[in-house]
């Protein structure tokens, strides 16, 4: 799966969106007044029709799509292609109100767009989502204007990482519980020599640094956007103001080391976290322990790096959400049978299955976090989870990055949030100036000029 | 000044060259190491135990991925190769139209013919979506064929048009003057002379339609008629796929255009030249 849950499906996925932007650009723009919205109106039949499942991961494992197939008479066609093509072949079918798929890919960041150009069907019409909300609590970031437009089918959201052992050798506290104590620690770790730069952020002009400013903005008790898309981030007393003012003063004080000017998200964790080269990550992503930090094949910090609560301005602060889900294109043929087969796919029952507690012949490759909490909870007491314990509470708490959904310009917000936290930190304009650059975009963008 | 205007050309070739080759050689280097080797650090810029497992498992292995890829191979070989024939012999005739024959509306026709290279491809590409979709024409060769043929029709009708107008009309007329229809004189006489022009014709083409991604990822919707360059793409999705088998694709990919471009250098250059001098 794409996931952001596993750190080599986190870089492709969050690297991806801005190359996005171009080409869902242009067929926006070749979609406007046409075919968007528009129903093709899919058959209701549930029972002896085959719907084509596109999203961006492996196909499911043959022994469940049979068994589905036994249950309810619905054949799954499972197409694979990578993220950034799904996006454009879902714009382009969209577009031009053309089948491709009765169920696919919807994207965290595209909630907003999605539900304001009406290309998918409101799942709240298929299936009971409030009932759900209590035990998937990233439902929030598919909901946009009352309606629900995908369902997540597993878990991402941004943690804390440290190297424990570093923490310890420097002898300071392993779970510093605000920023305050965390970037002190940090500073110890530097004075005693343990490394030289202990702190990892992706400094280069990508989308890991915007997720990392959404993050520690939340972390310092601010937010990006208001509901009503408007910047919350250029008073210097603001949490997003104050978090980028920190980000780029880590760089300044040699906290984070200069060559993460050009380091991106997944090098810094693959790079620097991994090969025990920094002592944090303040903005990572859930999973990674089990699925790169812990692997030896990839890293030299085996059983060394753990999650922490995320410290905050007053203590632990929420967890932003990042999630993929899967909803029903407007174009679908068979819209109530692709409903059958989401609600399959993300019940409890099957998201166990796929997380490998039932057995790995049951299992799903590359399966991160179930988006249920019950199906977390499982898979933490069976031991299929690296730190499930840790990661369940921040689950639970988890928010979406924006309240009001993803607005309908995220991929252009974003590239301006990188770019001018990029110009801060090389020191070519003041952290005053970059706040000003991204809140002049967002204005910009949210007035449709 | 004068000594150092070679070192200066020379570091400039050496630069443009290495800027180019250095992925190149890294994608080559990663197919032919194991996964270990590649993953090592510090990486190994030069492989220490140099394998082609990579290639006999894509060429010949068992499995999802290997034989995607050989179906993939097979697709854009055969979408490629039809593109490039109907697009050749299409532009044949059509150029020779234009250079040849007088029939009001000609200059219009082929300046309009010209005018559909400058308009950006995406514009292009819902409007051919939707009607492939009315014709029933998506995840079909014949659909793909037909948006390639239509994408480089232009190009290709220009490069041999460049070609027939500086073949002597003279040749042509004592075909006529001895009897021969215009089909007769463009079959025995003027192709033969055009030779090279259709072969540079066909090599562009076929190149071009090589490298297609974008028109086949929303045209196709399954393995049956992805090409190499969509399926390559989608295997980064995918958990289980080793990065040096994925190297080892992609070279494979790269493989066949790159050996054509290599052979026949000298007629890519001269149909991109064709008619820019007298």
Request: charged share 15%.
């Amino acid at each position: 799966m794409p996931k952001q849950g596993s750190a080599p499906a986190a870089r492709a996925a969050l690297s991806r969106r801005s190359a996005l932007a171009g080409a869902t650009a242009v067929l926006l723009s070749a979609g406007c007044g046409g075919g968007s919205g528009a129903s093709s109106g899919g058959s209701t039949q549930t029972s002896g029709v085959t719907i084509t499942v596109a999203l961006a991961g492996d196909p499911l494992p043959q022994a469940a799509l049979d068994t589905f197939t036994q249950d309810t008479g619905i054949t799954v066609k499972w197409v694979n292609l990578d993220w950034d093509s799904l996006q454009t072949k879902i714009s382009a079918a969209a577009t031009a109100n053309t089948y491709f798929a009765d169920a696919t890919n919807v994207d965290w960041s595209r909630v907003g767009q999605l539900g304001r150009l009406g290309w998918f069907y409101p799942m709240e019409s298929y299936l009971d989502t409030d009932a759900m909300a209590e035990d998937v609590p990233q439902l929030a970031s598919f909901s946009t204007d009352g309606h629900v437009v995908g369902i997540p089918y597993d878990a991402s959201f941004m943690v804390t990482t440290i190297n424990v052992d570093m923490f310890t050798a420097a002898g300071v506290d392993p779970a510093p519980a605000t920023i305050e104590e965390y970037t002190e620690a940090l500073r110890q770790i530097k004075a005693r020599g343990i490394v030289e730069h202990p702190l990892n952020i992706p400094f280069a002009a990508a989308e890991g640094l915007s997720t990392y400013w959404y993050e520690t903005t939340a972390a310092f008790g601010g937010s990006v956007l208001d509901e009503n898309g408007e910047a919350q981030f250029t008073d210097p007393d603001s949490g997003g103001y104050r978090a980028a003012e920190w980000m780029v003063g880590a760089l300044t004080e040699g906290l984070v080391a200069p060559g993460s000017i050009n380091v991106t998200d997944s090098q810094g964790q693959q790079t620097l976290m991994a090969q025990g080269q920094v002592a944090s990550t303040f903005s990572d992503y859930s999973g990674t322990v089990g699925t790169l930090y812990d692997v030896p094949a990839s890293s030299t910090v085996v059983g060394k790096v753990r999650y922490l609560p995320t410290p905050g301005v007053d203590g632990p602060a929420a967890n932003l959400s990042n999630p993929d889900g899967i909803g029903i294109p407007k174009q679908a043929k068979y819209p109530d049978a692709a409903a059958k087969f989401i609600e399959w796919f993300t019940s409890q029952q099957q998201q166990t299955d796929f997380a490998g507690v039932n057995g790995p012949e049951k299992a799903y490759t590359g399966y991160p976090i179930p988006s249920r909490l019950s199906a977390v909870q499982a898979m933490t007491s069976g031991g299929n989870l690296v730190q499930g314990d840790a990661l369940i509470p921040m689950l639970e708490k988890s928010r979406p990055v924006f309240e009001g959904g993803a607005p309908t310009w995220y991929p252009e917000f974003s590239n301006a949030v990188y770019t001018n936290l990029h110009a801060a930190a090389t020191g070519s304009m003041s952290v005053q100036a970059a706040m000003e650059g991204v809140a002049d975009k967002a204005e910009q963008l949210a007035s449709g000029s | 000044m004068r000594t150092r205007t070679p070192a200066l050309r020379w570091s400039g070739i050496v630069l443009v060259l290495l800027w180019s080759l250095i992925p190149v050689y890294w994608a080559v280097k990663t197919s032919i190491q194991t996964e270990a080797d590649a993953r090592s650090s510090p990486a190994q810029y030069v492989p220490t135990r140099p394998t082609l497992d990579n290639y006999r498992a894509l060429l010949t292995g068992s499995g999802d991925v290997p034989e995607q890829i050989r179906r993939a191979s097979l697709n854009i070989v055969i979408e490629c190769g039809l593109a490039t024939i109907v697009t050749v012999v299409l532009a044949t005739l059509a150029a020779y139209a234009f250079a040849r024959m007088h029939f009001r509306g000609r200059n219009l026709l082929f300046y309009a013919l010209l005018a559909t290279m400058a308009f950006p491809a995406y514009t292009t590409l819902i409007p051919l979506y939707r009607i492939m979709s009315s014709l029933g024409l998506v995840n079909t060769y014949t659909g793909i064929v037909l948006v390639y043929v239509s994408g480089f029709l232009p190009l290709a009708t220009w490069i041999l048009h460049n070609y027939f107008a500086s073949l002597p009309v003279s040749i042509e007329e004592a075909g006529l003057v001895d009897g021969a229809h215009r089909l007769q004189v463009l079959w025995h006489l003027l192709l033969p002379l055009a030779r090279p022009g259709i072969i540079s014709t066909a090599l562009i083409t076929f190149l071009f339609a090589w490298a297609q991604f974008l028109f086949p990822l929303v045209l196709s919707s399954d393995i049956s008629t992805q090409p190499l360059t969509v399926v390559i793409a989608s295997l980064q999705g995918r958990h289980v796929v080793p990065s040096t088998l994925l190297n080892a694709a992609g070279v494979l990919a790269i493989a066949v255009p790159a050996a054509l471009a290599l052979i026949f250098n000298r007629y890519i250059v001269n149909g991109l030249l064709a008619g820019s001098t007298k």
